[in-house]
């Protein structure tokens, strides 16, 4: 039995019976997790309309209406 870890990836444990050299492919899979912002003037305002947001170098425009 082995483990495989790795910062931001889901662990990974697999095993693997092993009698002479071999390569073992391995595929991990990232941890994503969605965001909401809510964009306000205030407190006790609601949602902004047309505001765009910079995340992670990429620009979202959300339209609340």
Excluded: C, W
Aim: avoid cysteine; aromatic fraction near 12%; charged fraction near 25%.
């Amino acid at each position: 039995k082995y483990t495989i870890t790795k910062d931001k990836y889901y662990q990974y444990t697999d095993s693997v019976d092993v009698d002479s050299n071999l390569v073992e492919n391995v595929s991990m899979t990232l941890i994503t997790f969605n965001i909401t912002f809510l964009v306000t003037s205030n407190e006790n305002s609601g949602p902004l309309e047309d505001v765009m947001v910079a995340f992670n170098s990429e620009n979202k425009i959300e339209y609340h209406r």
